[in-house]
């Protein structure tokens, strides 16, 4: 992980949001390389979902909506994480992130351990217990640790679990809920009338903006509004770079069915296109997998909901979260608002309230599942036949920064690099493309390799000497090279960049 948040940051794909004042916790900035890699992705979703389906619209809808929505949606009275706070070192954590476990020798507790939530929790804890049975110079067995999360620890037991502060008991808090909307107020009034929120999701602008769709945007059931765009959490404990931020990107599509219709069928159907569609922009199918929510941790409208995981370095986390949500949000708009939240039933001749299946997921974190997944650092032979390594990502040509790169072999050969501009400008019109002058042609292919660029084009001698105007096409992948007109360049571009 320390690996990719170094390239990230000397190539220019991510910076920490001000980092000249010491940066702040949670916000996240993306440079040259990371903001065309972001958008590629955002286009590339957009365009599958969006444009080339018949039966889904888009929407962008604004990040301050009336306060009523919250109240509708439920985010005022339930959108919160069990806070701890410790009292001590002042430092907060979300209680179903901080696990404990009690320390039994010969059957009795004779104290607590506590760790912070990671791949290797259970080990810490045991290893804890351990070490806290010889300082103590305990005799007896050692049960091992049955691991409980802070959320479960009884009103007699929070007293005795060490903070992860500190190592000692006595100074957490209870949980409590905390609210993770940010708030702001509108206007300038400033008191209890002009509060408003940034939204914590997008999904609610296109259930708001329902019954607009309906009756401007000619939609027939079933059919889904899609939105991309920011969203804003609190979050107590962000972490694992952009994984948890509290500014984030949300690309999100709310897919309205009949209340007869068979959801499960649909819900099935969206877990495979998310899935596809994960694959078709470069990422293995080894690293994902399905979390089923068991029922009884489900909203009480929800019907079913399955993320799709991914491995990341630090371990396998929810990416995308495909849920059927019942006809709950439009039942609770049509309440708040009193305004109809209906779609007219040809063939029943009567009014019904769609169901939705919602597929949503986080542009930020699949730009880290991408960024984690293409990385690698290999072994290779230079010209000599010296092994030297070369760090490359493996991006799929559909969101790599850049498509090619054109490179004349001399930087100081006219002919060479009148023919290279000339490509250059002619590829810039419709593609990502860098012009690269600087330095031996080897250290050149190094770094479009360590930016992800797919292909690289040589123009050199045989371009200008030879007949068929031919260049060198040097691929990242396999380092292979071969000759190739700009007929054919183009051919491939075409294919390979959608
Ligand atoms: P988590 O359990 O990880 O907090 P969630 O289940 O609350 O996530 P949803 O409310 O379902 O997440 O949001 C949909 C998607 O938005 C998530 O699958 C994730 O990809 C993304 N997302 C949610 N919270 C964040 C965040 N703080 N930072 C980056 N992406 C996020």
Redesign the pocket.
């Known amino acids: 992980m320390d690996a990719i948040v170094a390239l990230a940051k000397r190539r220019g794909f991510i910076f920490q949001s001000s980092e000249i004042y010491g940066g702040l916790n949670g916000f996240f900035d993306y440079g040259p390389l990371g903001s065309e890699l972001k958008k590629n992705i955002r286009d590339c979703w957009w365009a599958d979902m969006v444009r080339r389906r018949d039966d889904v619209v888009g929407v962008e809808t604004s990040i301050i909506m009336h306060p009523k929505v919250w109240e509708a949606s439920g985010h005022v009275a339930g959108f919160t994480d069990p806070l701890v706070d410790c009292k001590v070192s002042k430092q907060r954590y979300r209680a179903d992130q901080l696990f404990f476990a009690a320390v039994v020798v010969d059957g009795k507790t004779v104290a607590y351990v506590s760790a912070l939530e990671s791949e290797k929790t259970t080990e810490e804890l045991q290893s804890a217990a351990e070490a806290l049975k010889r300082k103590k110079a305990i005799q007896g067995t050692l049960a091992p640790v049955a691991p409980k999360d802070f959320t479960e620890a009884t009103p007699e037991e929070i007293p005795l679990i060490p903070s992860p502060a500190t190592g000692e008991p006595g100074s957490l808090t209870p949980p409590r809920a905390f609210n993770m909307m940010f708030e702001t107020s509108v206007g300038a009034m400033r008191d209890a009338s002009s509060v408003a929120y940034l939204r914590p ?1 997008t999904a609610q602008g296109m259930f708001v903006d329902y019954k607009n769709v309906v009756d401007t945007g000619r939609v027939k059931l079933p059919f889904g509004i899609a939105q991309i765009g920011k ?1 804003f ?1 609190n ?1 107590i404990t ?1 972490r694992n770079f ?5 500014e ?1 990107e ?1 690309m ?1 599509m709310e897919y309205f069915i009949h209340p007869d219709a068979d959801w499960l069928a649909c819900h099935e159907e969206w877990l495979k296109w998310c899935q596809d569609w994960l694959k078709s922009i470069g990422l293995p199918e080894s690293h994902l997998s399905l979390h089923e929510h068991p029922k009884e941790k489900l909203a009480f409208y929800s019907r079913r909901t399955v ?1 799709i995981m991914f491995k990341y370095p630090f371990g396998v ?5 495909i ?1 059927a949500r019942s006809d709950y949000d439009l039942q609770q708009h049509q309440k708040f608002s009193g305004v109809p939240q209906v779609f007219f039933d040809e063939a029943a001749k009567a009014k019904v309230v769609p169901h939705v299946i919602e597929p ?3 542009v ?2 699949i730009f880290l599942a991408v960024l984690a997944s293409a990385y690698a650092v290999e072994d290779v032979k230079d010209e000599k036949g010296n092994v030297e390594q070369r760090t490359v990502l493996r991006l799929s040509p559909r969101i790599a920064p850049t498509k090619v790169a054109v490179l004349p072999l001399l930087k100081n050969k006219e002919a060479l690099t009148n023919r290279a501009k000339a490509l250059y400008a002619k590829l810039k019109k419709r593609y990502a493309v860098q012009y690269d002058d600087g330095g031996a042609i080897g250290k050149r292919y190094r770094r479009q390799d360590e930016a992800g660029t797919p292909w690289c084009v040589t123009i050199d001698f045989d371009t200008i000497e030879k007949e068929g105007d031919t260049f060198t096409l040097r691929e990242r992948d396999s380092m292979s090279q071969k000759r190739i007109t700009e007929a054919e360049l183009f051919t491939l571009l075409e294919e390979q960049v959608y």
């Open positions: 999701e969203s959490r979050e962000p952009i994984f948890r931020s509290r984030f949300q999100e993320d986390q929810e990416l995308w979260g849920a949503a997921v986080g930020d974190r």
